[in-house]
């Protein structure tokens, strides 16, 4: 072999040099590659097969091993080392893995699996991005090993049965964007450290039992779009850093105990669509800020104790569909600008303090279908505009101070079922128009003081179930068409100045269950059919005129539970014709 000067090219001392030291640099890159390749390979098996034997091991763990819904996860030679790749569980149902065949999605929701998680040795997913358990039976606590799954980004643990305190090293998972735990037995406070949490954009934590102060920390979520902390024993109030959550769509807090006043930092918050603070015990007014939020749909404030009046800027937000104040101590009047809620499908001011007059001006909100407005102090009439609302489908207006007439623009509620304007000072008759009301299902005008007859078209309502029109001073037969209602459940008509015959086509009301004709001047003979549906719980006929035995197929009523026949010209002994069913008062 010709020697080698250093110094000197070595392709001046042989002319194949140069091509064997090439060969030579490839051979060895390539075993070099190969090595590392093959290294890359059996690190990757290793891995697959340590992800396979945890989820098997938390598989065994459950109440029911051998679920069918798991059943694939198994490895297909139970005598192959654990670095083999028939050991990968990337094939297995609910698993997805990267191209590296690494576990990166785990999701066995809906399973009824039932288990825990602390037989989960969650640092064997060391690529794991989605772990979704939601809607099973899992119980126990969640281990603050979740902190090893560095890279997750959501999380699923809704509607299960666990219980616990949320770890504080959950606020480790400085990737997670979806945190789901609502619907579950969780107690405790929420760990400050969640605050830490700067890409979460979901945290629902929903009907559990979690208690103490919402902290701070939340004002940290520069992300979150929605937050949900309804449903648990959260007091203290409402942070008023919860105002710098600028990307905020949804805020619940709904049925919790919190106090204090709804914070005015709330205005701030630019993009939210649901604000929900109901069944709480808020105290103060509804701060005019609220009416900067243009993308607001639902406001929902009830049952709190919030006072002072609604406030007029509120009407600005065009874009609000479901309106619920209700049940707090409300004052002063309904304001009039309420017209421009234009988009308006719900609205809601009943159980407060509210006075004056219904404006007109409602009759402008085209796609309101639920308007309640009962149990306040509301006078004066009922506009003929309310007629325009032609999607109404419920009108509850009891409980106020309402008078004159009904008006017979009420003919253009063709969606309405349910109309109550019951105990106000309403008087006149009713209108025929409440003929044309063909989707009614519940008619309560009770404690008015309505005259005049009870119109027959009322017998054109074929989904009615239920009539109240006790204490008016009605007049008249009760109208035979009646008899049509097949549907009906309930036919109060007591304390009215009703007349002639009670008519025998209330035989065939077989949904009746219960029937008051007490305190008229009613004449004839009981309906000889009347209990023939079997369904007539409580007849109350007593001081009429009716005449006449009592009916066998009434005595054979073994569905009846109240009668109330006395001080009529009935023959025989009624308590003996009745026996186990007394004149119950």
């Given amino acids: 072999m010709m020697p080698f000067f250093p110094g000197r090219p070595l392709a001046n001392h042989h002319p194949f040099a140069l091509q064997l030291l090439l060969s030579t640099s490839l051979l060895l890159s390539f075993s ?25 091991r938390w598989k065994n763990s459950l109440h029911d091993p051998t679920h069918s819904l798991l059943a694939s996860w198994k490895l297909d030679n139970s005598n192959l080392p654990s670095n083999s790749s028939s050991s990968s569980p990337c094939n297995w149902v609910g698993i997805a893995c990267d191209e590296s065949g690494s576990v990166t999605h785990i999701n066995v929701s809906s399973c009824n699996l039932r288990g825990m998680l602390r037989n989960l040795d969650f640092s064997c997913f060391p690529n794991l991005l989605e772990l979704d358990l939601h809607n099973n039976s899992l119980y126990g606590t ?101 105002g710098k959550l600028k990307s905020l769509i949804d805020l619940s807090l709904q049925r919790n105990i919190i106090t204090g006043s709804i914070p005015a930092s709330l205005g701030n918050l630019s993009n939210l669509n649901i604000l929900n603070i109901f069944q709480n015990r808020i105290f103060g007014s509804i701060p005019s800020h609220l009416s900067l939020l243009s993308k607001l749909t639902q406001i929902a404030l009830s049952s709190n104790n919030i006072s002072g009046t609604i406030p007029p ?112 000072m309403l008087s006149g008759s009713i209108p025929q128009e409440v003929g044309m009301l063909k989707s009614l299902t519940d008619l309560s005008l009770q404690r008015n003081i309505l005259t005049g007859p009870i119109p027959a078209s009322i ?71 009347i209990c023939l549906g079997g369904k007539l719980r409580i007849l109350t006929a007593n001081e009429n005129s009716i005449r006449g035995s009592i009916p066998k197929s009434l005595k054979n009523c073994t569905s009846l539970v109240r009668v109330r026949l006395e001080w009529n010209q009935l023959e025989g002994n009624i308590s003996e014709d009745f026996g186990v069913y007394p004149q119950l008062n």
């Fill in 313 to 424: 800027p509120i009407s600005n937000l065009s874009n609000l569909i479901y309106l619920d104040l209700s049940s707090n101590n409300l004052s002063g009047t309904i304001p009039p600008p309420i017209s421009n809620l234009s988009n308006l499908i719900r609205l809601d001011f009943s159980s407060n303090d509210i006075y004056g007059n219904i404006p007109s001006e409602v009759g402008l909100l085209s796609n309101l279908r639920y308007l309640n407005v009962q149990k306040n102090k509301i006078n004066g009439s009922i506009p003929q505009e309310i007629g325009m609302l032609r999607s109404l489908d419920q009108l509850i207006c009891g409980k106020n101070f309402l008078s004159g007439s009904i008006p017979l623009s009420i003919a253009n509620w063709r969606n309405l079922s349910h109309l109550w304007l019951n105990e106000n």
């Fill in 32 to 56: 070099y590659f190969s090595a590392s390749a093959f290294a890359a390979a059996a690190t990757s098996r290793s891995r697959q097969g340590q992800e396979a034997e945890a989820l098997l």
């Fill in 142 to 242: 969640i281990p603050s090993r979740v902190s090893n799954l560095s890279k997750l980004t959501s999380l699923d643990l809704s509607y299960n049965d666990l219980s616990g305190n949320i770890p504080s090293e959950i606020g480790l998972l400085s990737s997670l964007g979806f945190f789901y735990l609502n619907n579950n037995n969780m107690n405790g406070s929420i760990p400050k450290e969640i605050g830490m949490l700067r890409s979460l954009e979901w945290l629902t934590v929903g009907e559990n039992s979690l208690l103490g102060s919402i902290p701070l920390s939340l004002g940290n979520l520069s992300k979150i779009s929605y937050l949900w902390l309804n449903e648990n024993r959260f007091s203290g109030f409402i942070p008023r850093e919860v």
């Fill in 459 to 529: 017998g054109n309502l074929s989904n009615l179930n239920i009539i109240n029109l006790f204490e008016n001073g009605l007049s008249g037969p009760i109208p035979h068409e009646i008899g049509k209602l097949r549907s009906l459940g309930q036919l109060s008509l007591n304390n009215n100045k009703l007349s002639g015959q009670i008519p025998q086509e209330l035989n065939n009301l077989t949904s009746l269950k219960f029937l008051g004709l007490s305190y008229n001047n009613l004449s004839g003979c009981l309906p000889p059919d």
